[in-house]
């Protein structure tokens, strides 16, 4: 199945794998991406405009979404969604008195929990499920018991490009009505659960256009999606200082509009990524292949969940979702070392995340401590994401399984 068998290979590779390599996207989109910057140059008018309009048409159409506003990145699209919302008090507010919480997940960016203190409620974290990485529906649950009347919403991250579990999500708000589903999609634009796109699945949702993400623009930018129009209306406003007429002020919004120049390259983009995105789920599966037939790699799944005890973990997908592996991540025994061998033979990896925000200095004053959250803190000692880009070769895939086979052999 493979041209040269991975375990008769001794030699290490003199071939580097770089962990992301852009430009040879760029070098396949460059006629149209340039063709569309020029229209704006030509048009001098780089602010919001028809560009972005059409931008937003365009997602909220592969979002099942009927709204969707660009905003300048993806913390600032998850602000929007829990401000228009009314989550907190920093809309109306310059100083926070809400008791507003927000249960979201210990294992993910920053912005996922600095988004909610941003707004003016407390983040509340709650573990995650092992085999997907996302937040655990039942962990969500037990914070909402523990928690009535403060919890407005829940924010699950759909991690590494995978939905988190939308049924169980679902069947929470019904039972707390008023309680909002707001999706950060930063990792996870064109995945779905149950068939409907991450975007369309919550009350609103935020996706980050940064450079490195699976539909990413030439610099930062967001968008925010959502089924209410008075979500729509609100964060229209907040993105523009609160100001629905030119110079009158109806609340204290920010700046955060999206640049007509990113828009006019993520609409070329967006055309192009529903085949990148096939060309990513090929890639993760062929991984998996190789990692099987090496011998090191295992499979885990609900009923027989393994650990590194077991081997190289290989990611797992829910039969409800529709993975675009934004990210390929790996449980890895000694992950660090593995992760120095690859670097020394020039092949890039990551670790999203070695810190859980619960650890972190930053969110000290949420009084928790390490230990809450076993399954988040094991994760962020285990995980090592591989390179995954829809341009990577054949032979760059065989490379690093070969590498990594030689690490354990
Ligand atoms: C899960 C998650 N949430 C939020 C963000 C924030 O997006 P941005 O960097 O565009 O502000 C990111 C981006 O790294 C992310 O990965």
Same mark, same amino acid.
């Given at each position: 199945m493979y041209d040269t068998p991975v375990s008769s290979v001794a030699a290490p590779p003199a071939q580097p794998v770089p962990f992301l390599d852009f430009s040879r996207q760029f070098a396949s989109i460059r006629d149209e991406v340039m063709s569309a910057i020029e229209e704006v140059c030509v048009s001098q008018r780089f602010i919001l405009g028809p560009e972005v309009a059409s931008f937003e048409s365009a997602a909220a159409l592969a979002c099942a979404a009927p709204h969707a506003i660009g905003c300048a990145s993806g913390t600032d699209a998850l602000w929007l969604a829990l401000a228009a919302a009314g989550i907190g008090d920093s809309a109306s507010s310059t100083r926070s008195t809400s008791q507003h919480a927000v249960v979201t997940t210990p294992f993910s960016f920053f912005a996922s929990a600095s988004c909610i203190l941003r707004a003016g409620a407390r983040p509340v974290f709650a573990d995650i499920?092992? @085999?997907?990485?996302? @937040?655990?529906p039942a962990g969500a649950k037990d914070v909402l018991s523990r928690h009535p009347g403060t919890l407005k919403a829940i924010l699950p991250v759909h991690l590494f490009g995978q939905c988190a579990d939308w049924d169980a999500f679902t069947r929470l708000q019904q039972h707390h009505p008023g309680l909002l589903l707001i999706e950060d999609a930063a990792q996870a634009f064109g995945a779905t659960w149950a068939g409907i796109p991450a975007g369309g699945l919550g009350d609103a949702a935020a996706f980050s256009f940064y450079p490195?993400?699976?539909?990413?623009?030439?610099?930062d930018a967001g968008l925010l999606t959502t089924r209410s129009s008075q979500i729509d209306r609100r964060a229209r406003s907040l993105r523009a200082?609160?100001?629905?007429?030119? #110079?009158?002020?109806?609340e204290v919004g920010w700046n955060s509009r999206l640049d007509t120049l990113q828009a006019a390259v993520l609409e070329v983009k967006l055309r192009h990524l529903p085949a990148w995105t096939q060309q990513r789920r090929n890639l993760a599966a062929r991984y998996s292949e190789l990692f099987l037939a090496a011998g090191i790699g295992v499979l885990t799944e609900p009923g027989a969940p393994r650990t590194i005890a077991d081997g190289i973990v290989l990611p797992y997908t829910a039969p409800r979702a529709q993975h675009v592996f934004h990210q390929y991540v790996i449980r890895a025994p000694r992950r660090d070392d593995l992760r120095a061998a690859l670097s020394a033979q020039g092949i890039g990896t990551e670790v999203y #995340?070695? @810190?859980?925000l619960h650890q972190q200095d930053a969110l000290r004053d949420l009084g928790y401590r390490t230990g809450d959250f076993p399954e988040a803190e094991r994760a962020a000692n285990e995980v090592l994401a591989l390179p995954i880009y829809p341009e990577l070769r054949d032979d760059e895939q065989q490379i690093v399984v070969e590498a990594i086979a030689r690490f354990y052999a």
């Open positions: 499920d092992p @085999l997907t990485f996302n @937040l655990s490195t993400k699976n539909l990413s623009a030439f610099g200082h609160g100001m629905t007429r030119r #110079y009158f002020h109806d #995340y070695p @810190l859980c």
